[in-house]
């Protein structure tokens, strides 16, 4: 279980809202509060009452039937151990007084082995006032028995293996990690990544069979508690079952996604399996590693970057002061008046609502928000309203430099853990349903790539580089092999082959003019802004084509009109049909089967593609409406109207007791994930599969190198300054051939070697 006034002209900026300022992006840099241990001597009531009701509760709903077992004695666990040795098998869950798998305490493990009772280690239990209880393991002996197992090839069963890993090594002091056999939270998004994915909600649906059980009532109580508080006898029956748990939902999901059962041949599940058992888990060590290296950061960089844009942020509030004082605010009523503050607080959406909507008269650009004031509202004001340019251009500034300052310069340094001098994140391997990656606590993958100044607070370790190794148009490319893969059209792949830039060569073959006329730059290195233009309209079109965009957001990128874009866009396909081929290839994968497969067998389940546009249902049972000739009604009814005619229609019914549920926008939204869940995905595995490739390097390890960062097509890594070209130059190569057992379109990587993310290039100076 892991613990989880009436005023005329305003002035302009003064010291009182610099304070609010400064006070507005403290606040924000707080580090989210993790639940720790209280101080020793203390006795907060509020523990102790927590305490209490738990006590209470197990009385009731936490049985102990005799089959978990609390492990007191080095003899009892050396005996169990044994059985896990020769069994080759366990499952194993550790229980932590918070979520820091490097700072916070391991309470406790609890094992589960066939032919045993499941059990429980108590390492650190304490009394309220934190002093250990008697009956707790000495964690070194207790590390000396895991090492057996690793040295006896014992592979491990868990739920979310990353944590456990990292607890059981950072905790006990392992000198490496304990090994994954089967990783439940992978296998259950493999299984069906459009369900909540926490392990009792999963035993209880797929092994339990939906049977009422208390024991998810009861982890939340838990929730409130630091783990080391609760009562021994409480603690064992609770955190022996988990790894029981575990163990049942493995054997459910193995005869899934084992590649050899008849079940996973059955469910067209081999790509999962192989997915699983030959990326996901295997990269599972590799992730531990980089999140327990973490990543450094430049304190003074760090500083410097804090007073520019502290400085940015006071000259913006200050603009935006400027513009609001020349506001006539004399015809706002006195109620509007009394909710303005002085000076106007710019961050307040109520506030400034009132100087754009009632003191200037404006009207949003959004109909849905009328007195809106978000970013892409203010964005359109610009266009609707040129007099009122430097207005929202200011508060847009001031926003911006606001989140810079809270979300990344002055917060990430103040993540920085004393006890390492490094800033780690956590990655997510199924951080989005298509099965790539995501960064939390803190994100390093969404620091705004435009603003290369922030990214230029990381550095390596003391005489180490930083080389970043990122694929060349990795998703154009996995696109140029579906087309040539499905439908033997080898264009694009023939102009990969030929090292042609894509999206030049295509421009080139839609516009109709010599492949230099497409290029950003002429052969002598001078600039070519017309074969920038062209090639630009490509890129954002194919893109946009995989990426799932609307022509509207893809016109508004190459500043074109909807109608010029469309021409584009159907030149485009006449040129390259295969690529319109591909895309209903899979909308009619959906369509039949109702998910789509990346290259690899990754699958991703789209069940609102093939909901009706609309549901005509019965509106006190909410079932389907029986009467034929009303449904089809109100269906004919619906199929042209759109907007205020559409809501109209629907709320009309309602009062006549018919219930209209419209999925038309659910409909359109599946289909845009089609063909980027395919290429998203599929580059997802990829990259993955380089990540295992250079975590088993053994070459590259003798060198030193480690990896530290993954954004996505790029992996970001640290080795000496005396290998690092040699390192780079591996790195490269093994990324690149990754690929070559199934995609047929050669991959390119480069590599950029730097002291600091962002930074110069020092290629030719090692």
């Not at 890594?717 to 093994?734: D, L, M, N, S, Y």
């Amino acid at each position: 279980m892991k613990q989880q006034s009436l005023f005329g002209n305003l002035p302009t900026l003064n010291s009182r809202m610099r304070d609010v300022n400064k006070n507005i992006v403290r606040k924000a840099n707080n580090p989210i509060a993790r639940r720790t241990v209280t101080t020793r001597g203390t006795r907060p009531k509020a523990i102790q009452s927590k305490v209490a009701a738990i006590v209470e509760m197990a009385k009731s709903k936490l049985v102990d039937n005799g089959t978990t077992q609390l492990i007191t004695k080095e003899e009892e666990l050396e005996k169990y151990i044994d059985a896990v040795i020769t069994n080759g098998t366990a499952s194993i869950d550790t229980e932590t007084t918070g979520l820091d798998p490097i700072e916070d305490k391991l309470v406790g493990i609890g094992i589960y082995t066939e032919g045993m009772n499941p059990v429980y280690i108590p390492i650190w239990h304490t009394d309220l006032n934190n002093i250990p209880v008697a009956d707790n393991m000495k964690a070194e002996f207790v590390r000396d028995q895991l090492q057996k197992c690793i040295d006896s090839g014992v592979e491990f069963i868990m739920h979310n293996a990353k944590f456990d890993m990292r607890v059981l090594k950072n905790q006990l002091q392992m000198s490496e990690y304990i090994k994954c056999k089967w990783d439940t939270h992978l296998a259950a998004n493999l299984l069906n990544e459009n369900e909540p994915h926490g392990l009792k909600p999963l035993w209880n649906k797929y092994v339990n069979r939906g049977q009422e059980d208390d024991a998810e009532s009861f982890d939340k109580l838990f929730d409130k508690v630091p783990f080391n508080y609760i009562p021994l006898d409480i603690a064992k029956v609770y955190a022996a079952n988990d790894p029981k748990i575990t163990y049942e939902l493995y054997e459910f999901q193995k005869q899934f996604l084992d590649i050899n059962s008849p079940l996973c041949k059955k469910k067209d599940l081999e790509g999962a399996a192989y997915i699983l058992q030959e990326i996901e888990i295997p990269i599972i060590k590799y992730i531990c590693e980089m999140e327990d290296a973490g990543i450094g950061i430049d304190e003074k960089v760090a500083k410097d970057l804090s007073d520019k844009y502290h400085a940015l942020l006071d000259e913006a509030e200050r603009k935006v002061q400027q513009e609001i004082s020349k506001i006539d605010l004399s015809k706002l009523s006195i109620e509007q008046r009394s909710k303005l503050s002085n000076p106007v607080n710019a961050s307040s959406p109520q506030q400034l609502a009132i100087i754009l909507y009632d003191a200037l008269g404006l009207q949003s650009p959004d109909k849905r928000k009328p007195r809106g004031t978000g970013e892409d509202i203010l964005e359109r004001m610009i266009e609707r309203y040129p007099e009122h340019k430097e207005l929202m251009k200011s508060i847009l500034d001031l926003r911006g430099f606001k989140k810079l300052l809270s979300t990344y310069i002055d917060k990430l340094p103040s993540l920085v853990k004393e006890s390492t001098g490094k800033l780690h994140t956590q990655f997510n391997q199924y951080g989005a349903k298509t099965g790539r990656f995501s960064s939390s606590d803190p994100n390093l993958q969404n620091i705004p790539a435009r603003n290369k100044e922030i990214r230029t607070m990381f550095i390596p370790s003391k005489d180490f580089v930083l080389i970043s190794a990122d694929y060349s148009q990795q998703e154009p490319r996995v696109l140029a092999h579906l087309c040539y893969h499905l439908f033997n059209d080898s264009k694009m792949r023939d102009a990969y082959l030929e090292e042609r830039d894509l999206y030049s060569w295509m421009a080139s073959q839609i516009y109709q003019v010599p492949y230099e006329e497409c290029q950003e730059r002429y052969a002598d290195g001078t600039p070519n802004p017309e074969g920038k233009k062209r090639r630009d309209s490509v890129k954002s079109i194919i893109l946009g084509l995989m990426y799932g965009r609307q022509t509207k957001s893809i016109a508004e990128q190459i500043g074109k009109s909807v109608q010029e874009t469309e021409q584009i866009t159907e030149m485009f396909f006449t040129n390259f049909p295969a690529i319109r081929l591909v895309m209903e290839h899979y909308k009619e994968m959906a369509r039949t089967k109702g998910y789509i497969q990346t290259v690899y067998g990754r699958k991703r389940r789209l069940p609102d593609y093939n909901l009706p546009d609309y549901e005509i249902l019965d509106a006190s049972s909410r079932q389907p409406l029986q009467d034929r000739s009303v449904v089809q009604y109100y269906l004919n009814q619906l199929r042209n109207a759109w907007g205020t005619e559409k809501n109209e229609i629907i709320s009309d019914a309602r009062k006549r007791g018919i219930w209209i549920v419209d999925n038309v926008m659910k409909k359109a939204e599946a289909e845009r994930q089609i063909l980027n869940s395919v290429i998203q995905g599929s580059s997802a595995d990829i990259t993955k599969k380089a990540m295992r490739a250079l975590g088993e390097h053994k070459q590259l390890r003798e060198l030193g190198y480690r990896m530290l960062l993954q954004v996505h097509d790029e992996i970001i890594g640290e080795a000496p300054r005396e290998t690092a070209k040699q390192c780079g130059e591996i790195v490269c190569e093994v990324m690149a051939k990754v690929t070559e057992d199934t995609i047929s379109v050669p991959m390119k990587v480069d590599a950029e070697y730097t002291e600091r993310w962002f930074g110069e290039d020092i290629s030719d100076k090692l």
